[in-house]
């Protein structure tokens, strides 16, 4: 069954520390895995798509990579307005239609 | 601003009432997807239509939810005869036809059955 797995759970960061969310996929044949930024009581705000491994993205302090198994979301010196809840989503050959989120990573960067 | 828009934002129920959704994508948004999702938890694929034709159903759609998309334009959730277990955030969420490209959610719409 197609999974998604997100790691941390949360992280709390210094304003200025650079670090890295984790998004492990088990999905057969990814046709893409996105990265959602999402504020609460807000609806998931796009970021990034990636469709093979070795593909990057970069987006102000925000890059996306992505492997043959999982993907990471490399945050550099974030700042406050960067704390959010960060979702990773997998779409596979054997989902249909469907995209298959993980938890995500709630991140909080304090000043 | 990703152009799809849902209504209302929140809605409050009694148990046992029933309560519909709406969500207005833009035009060229022929694929439209329902989430739901609770605290904590990323969004749970609901149901998925190709312009009218709703094609996917998940198999945690209880026969208590419905949706459509008459005209392929607007979409309607409707949830009939509410549970406590149903409070949760539902998202909508558009896509073009083009390639295997990313979906725009609009912001939801927070139900509480209280």
């Known amino acids: 069954e197609d999974q998604v797995t997100q790691s941390p759970e949360a992280l709390r960061l210094q304003e200025g520390e650079s670090s890295s969310l984790n998004c492990s996929y088990t999905?057969?044949?990814?046709?893409?895995l996105f990265w959602y930024r999402q504020d609460p009581g807000k609806g998931p705000e796009f970021l990034f798509t990636l469709y093979s491994a070795g593909e990057e993205k970069e987006k102000e302090r925000l890059k996306a990579t992505l492997t043959k198994k999982e993907s990471f979301l490399h945050i550099t010196a974030p700042k406050p307005e960067d704390s959010a809840t960060y979702l990773c989503a997998a779409y596979g050959n054997t989902g249909g239609f469907k995209t298959i989120f993980g938890a995500g990573t709630r991140l909080f960067v304090k000043a | 601003d990703t152009g799809v828009s849902q209504n209302p934002r929140h809605k409050i129920t009694k148990r046992g009432q029933n309560v519909t959704f709406r969500c207005d994508p833009i035009s060229e948004h022929n694929r439209l997807y329902w989430y739901r999702q609770t605290l904590g938890q990323g969004p749970e694929f609901l149901t998925y239509?190709?312009?009218?034709?709703?094609?996917?159903k998940s198999r945690l759609l209880s026969d208590r939810f419905s949706a459509e998309r008459p005209k392929g334009s607007f979409s309607t959730l409707e949830i009939q005869r509410t549970e406590q277990g149903d409070s949760a955030m539902y998202l909508c969420?558009?896509?073009?036809?083009?390639?295997?490209?990313?979906?725009?959610f609009g912001q939801g719409t927070r139900l509480t059955v209280v």
């Open positions: 969420a558009g896509q073009t036809m083009v390639g295997d490209t990313e979906a725009f």
């Open positions: 239509f190709q312009n009218e034709a709703q094609l996917e």
């Open positions: 999905v057969s044949g990814l046709r893409g």
